[in-house]
């Protein structure tokens, strides 16, 4: 633990909570290879959950399957670890049936992308108070490295022999395009911004998406000639550009990179806030 | 057809005392008002036809009394939505038709797994595919009982009148709730769609059925603890007791675990949660089988052609008998059983290819003279065709004089 975390901690408001505190303890350590990243991004969403004094009875994590889906177990929390691309689906039940619920999700590319992509725009068309966190490793990594909706073109997954022929996504212009209302993009090189970012997600009231950029060396690394997991850190340094600066580059300077930071919020009727204003004008009177 | 008095003593506290509203429903409407009755308060689905009805009901209906009704973008979502919902403390129901019901599977299978009560109605339509969307069929019950992958725990519930559509409703919520299980609700189209009259009883006399809550504190709490055939309590989301979900084979804690011996236990105990319990969920109505010498086993509105048709060969002096099959699964053996010792001649009418002939013959044995009507072209079975049978089987001179023909 570093200065920094230790000064963060020393600060935490009144419920007494700390980042740790949000973990099942006795359930780690996890099950993820070395180099993973996806308990930085774990460890982004306790300390965000710690920075806004969350009571761990109220909130529900809801996760798919995959590798960063395994990472709900893991926290003290209402933790729900569901099926293949359904985490949002069963968030928004959760979510409808009972509003007082604070409702993370936490999905990766794939299950998000994939086989959830569905899910994904439907949830933020509809504009429901759930906080969406996509671990984007850029593969399948549960199953061995078959290439995802969010591999680049041209690299190489164990169904991609020869580079795959796709064009990824851009998840965070998916999630703008499709009404979310809250849309950030961190990376795990970027270890402090990420809570932040977390944090004003769950804090927005309606649909946020985080996409968590996360190295996966075992898998695409080993594929890519990537393997060590400082060198996909350092990918991460040299293409993350933060909003704020993109604006003073050109084009051309922007190629190959991607944008950090928040990158969308906007204030739009929430669903269930909606919903309740329905039960109001046609509540039955008895 | 009447729901025989043991299976309605788990619906009403009593059949008599207070007024019953008499109502003229459609078979759709009548479940969702059965649902409500139970304190369904959350439904969320996908529009196919012919179980719509269903969904345009509830959504007009349950946000008045402060549930909650969404439409989602395909079926998997609609129930994965009522698994939530359930988890969040709601009875949550979907609604669907043959192809909404198998893109479903998977996660019926996930509530068997995780014990999270839900209701599914498939109202059934010809199949397979997209078949015909508005013909009845009753092609889905071996789907209904074994549709997901592994072993897993379910019932499976068919109706025969707009009555049942309401009360046999309010028992599947009750299962569903009693068993934490999924429970399957099986009308065929003509069934949902048929208007008749239905006597809703007053409130108090519905026993409602919930899920257990904890009486022990967090700590103390295992939510997945196996101890013979019990069932578990199940605490709301927010109400304390955080505890983990999922569809791997977990400990008693909810966590994942590769042991052979408790995913062997697990298994086994999901399954026996039903069939421990069948002599409490397998029903089936017997209509003068007491003395028959040929009886008819049928489900649904097929059950209605095979009444019919007993009730025209009624001057013919033939000792006709019906099993009018209501619980699918766990199918009622001993009842069935028990007739097999007196009865040698059996006629199963179903509308598919002969989905419940194995079944039906595993139970009556091979010495017993068992004759199939099958019909899979979107059409009832109507009751001419079940004389007809009859007829060729022992033919006798009276039929003939009665008009009774076959229109095949």
Not at chain 2, 18 to 38: D, H, M, P, S, Y
Request: proline share 6%; hydrophobic share 40%.
């Amino acid at each position: 633990m570093n200065d920094q975390m230790q000064s963060e901690i020393a600060t935490a408001p009144s419920l007494g909570l700390q980042s740790q505190d949000y973990f099942r303890q006795n359930r780690l350590p996890h099950i993820w290879c070395p180099g993973c990243g996806n308990g930085i991004v774990l460890r982004a969403i306790t300390k965000a959950l710690e920075m806004l004094a969350l009571d761990r009875n109220n909130v529900a994590a809801v996760a798919g399957i995959g590798c960063s889906s395994r990472s709900a177990g893991y926290l003290d929390l209402n933790t729900v670890h569901t099926a293949h691309g359904r985490a949002l689906p069963f968030a928004t039940g959760i979510k409808v049936a009972n509003p007082k619920l604070t409702v993370i999700v936490m999905s990766g590319d794939g299950d998000a992308t994939a086989i959830g992509g569905n899910h994904f725009i439907q949830a933020a068309r509809r504009n429901l108070d759930l906080t969406l966190i996509i671990f984007n490793n850029n593969i399948y990594g549960m199953t061995s490295g078959q290439y995802s909706p969010l591999t680049p073109r041209g690299a190489f997954a164990t169904t991609a022999s020869y580079g795959t022929v796709e064009t990824p996504f851009d998840i965070c212009k998916l999630a703008i395009a499709a009404g979310a209302t809250y849309v950030a993009r961190g990376t795990t090189y970027q270890a402090r911004q990420l809570p932040k970012l977390i944090a004003n997600a769950i804090t927005n009231k309606g649909f946020s998406v985080v996409e968590a950029v996360c190295a996966c060396p075992t898998h695409y690394g080993k594929l890519n000639k990537k393997s060590s997991p400082v060198s996909l850190l350092m990918e991460q340094r040299d293409k993350a550009i933060s909003a704020k600066d993109a604006q003073l580059m050109t084009p051309e300077q922007l190629t190959g990179k991607y944008l950090t930071g928040e990158l969308y919020n906007e204030n739009r009727k929430e669903y269930s806030d909606a919903y309740t204003h329905l039960f109001e004008r046609v509540h039955e009177t008895k | 057809m009447k729901i025989p008095k043991e299976l309605m003593g788990q619906i009403l506290f009593d059949t008599e005392g207070g007024v019953f509203q008499k109502r003229f429903l459609q078979g759709n409407e009548a479940a969702a008002e059965g649902v409500l009755a139970a304190g369904a308060r959350f439904f969320a689905g996908y529009p196919i036809t012919p179980s719509t009805e269903i969904a345009e009901i509830l959504s007009e209906r349950l946000p008045r009394i402060k549930g909650a009704f969404i439409q989602m973008e395909d079926e998997i979502a609609s129930i994965g939505a009522v698994l939530g919902a359930s988890l969040a403390g709601s009875k949550a129901l979907t609604a669907t038709s043959g192809p909404g019901f198998s893109l479903m599977q998977e996660l019926i299978g996930y509530s068997g797994m995780t014990q999270i009560p839900c209701v599914i109605v498939n109202v059934m339509r010809s199949g397979p595919s997209t078949g015909m969307p508005t013909s009845p069929a009753q092609g889905d019950v071996m789907q209904a009982i074994w549709g997901t992958h592994g072993d897993h725990p379910v019932v499976v519930v068919a109706p025969a009148t707009v009555s049942e559509m309401y009360y046999l409703a309010i028992w599947c919520v009750n299962i569903s709730e009693r068993l934490r299980i999924p429970v399957i609700f099986l009308p065929d189209e003509v069934v949902g769609h048929m208007r008749e009259l239905l006597l809703i009883p007053p409130t108090e006399l519905i026993r409602i059925e919930n899920r257990g809550k904890p009486t022990v504190p967090p700590e103390d709490f295992h939510p997945f603890k196996i101890e013979g055939n019990a069932v578990t309590a199940m605490p709301a989301m927010g109400e304390g007791y955080r505890y983990n979900v999922t569809g791997l084979v977990h400990d008693q804690d909810g966590f994942p675990t590769n042991d052979p011996g408790r995913a062997g236990e697990l298994n086994t105990f999901l399954v026996n949660k039903v069939l421990s319990r069948a002599d409490d969920l397998a029903f089936a109505e017997e209509i003068a089988t007491d003395d028959a010498e040929e009886i008819i086993i049928s489900y649904g509105s097929t059950a209605r052609s095979a009444e019919r048709a007993v009730r025209l060969l009624g001057g013919t002096g033939r000792k006709i008998g019906i099993f009018r099959i209501i619980t699918l699964h766990p199918f009622p053996i001993k009842q069935l059983q028990r007739l097999a010792k007196q009865c040698n001649r059996f006629l199963l009418v179903e509308m598919n290819l002969g989905q419940m002939t194995t079944t039906v013959r595993s139970i009556i044995g091979l010495d017993v003279d068992l004759r199939v009507i099958n019909k899979a072209n979107g059409l009832p079975i109507a009751p001419s065709e079940i004389i007809s049978v009859l007829e060729n089987w022992h033919p006798h001179p009276v039929l003939q004089q009665q008009g009774c023909v076959n229109h095949e």
